[in-house]
């Protein structure tokens, strides 16, 4: 078996899990700020709804009328900042990303088999190796950004409660048991 490219590939495989589970993160901290924003702009449209009604009822009064114009102009100006950050673009992005990980997971899964396997020669398994490495690449160009606690937040998922393991010992997690050594 070509131990060195099984374990570039095996260490490679670690990065990707880690890198997909933390872009699925990102995805539901995106979705939840999206379910944020619309709940904020359901409240505020209903609330300048309301001081409307209560203005058409007051004619005494121009209170209901200030309140409602202020509330029209918030809620235009967080129109304008919903239309200016897209936050729902976000969350398409990051969950694409983690879906062509997930992909890239299966063939760095693939790669060890064959590779255990001795399906291919040294240098088959170099070249089969660098094709994933340029392919992964590219898709990190392409990443949108994460952050700290999306990573936190990836860690614990894939190891529960506990710290991270020295790498050997959490890729064996990781691993099928058929690539388990």
């Given at each position: 078996?070509?131990?060195?490219?099984?374990e570039?590939?095996?260490?490679s495989?670690?990065n990707?899990?880690y890198?997909?589970?933390?872009?699925?993160?990102a995805?539901?901290?995106?979705?939840g700020?999206?379910?944020?924003?619309k709940?904020?702009?359901?409240?505020?449209?209903?609330?300048?709804f309301?001081?409307l009604?209560?203005?058409?009822?007051?004619?005494?009064?121009?209170?209901?009328?200030?309140?409602?114009?202020?509330?029209?102009?918030?809620?235009?100006?967080?129109?304008?900042?919903?239309?200016?950050f897209n936050?729902?673009?976000?969350?398409?992005?990051?969950?694409?990303?983690?879906n062509?990980?997930?992909?890239?997971?299966?063939k760095?899964?693939?790669?060890?088999t064959?590779?255990k396997?001795?399906?291919?020669?040294?240098?088959?398994?170099?070249?089969?190796?660098?094709e994933?490495?340029?392919?992964?690449?590219?898709?990190?160009?392409e990443?949108?950004?994460?952050?700290?606690?999306?990573?936190?937040?990836?860690?614990?998922?894939l190891?529960?409660?506990?710290k991270p393991?020295?790498d050997?010992?959490?890729?064996?997690?990781f691993?099928?048991?058929n690539?388990?050594?």
């Amino acid at each position: 078996m070509d131990k060195n490219n099984f374990e570039i590939v095996k260490q490679s495989l670690g990065n990707v899990i880690y890198s997909q589970k933390t872009q699925e993160m990102a995805v539901v901290r995106k979705q939840g700020y999206v379910t944020n924003i619309k709940w904020a702009n359901i409240i505020l449209v209903g609330l300048v709804f309301l001081f409307l009604f209560l203005d058409l009822l007051n004619t005494d009064n121009n209170f209901y009328n200030y309140i409602s114009i202020a509330l029209t102009v918030l809620e235009t100006l967080f129109l304008i900042f919903q239309l200016s950050f897209n936050p729902e673009k976000d969350a398409i992005e990051h969950k694409n990303t983690a879906n062509k990980l997930w992909l890239m997971r299966e063939k760095h899964l693939n790669l060890l088999t064959d590779i255990k396997n001795e399906i291919f020669d040294f240098v088959t398994n170099s070249q089969k190796r660098d094709e994933l490495t340029k392919e992964l690449s590219n898709i990190y160009k392409e990443a949108p950004q994460t952050n700290n606690n999306d990573y936190d937040k990836a860690s614990t998922a894939l190891n529960g409660n506990q710290k991270p393991k020295t790498d050997d010992e959490e890729m064996i997690n990781f691993l099928p048991k058929n690539l388990q050594e």
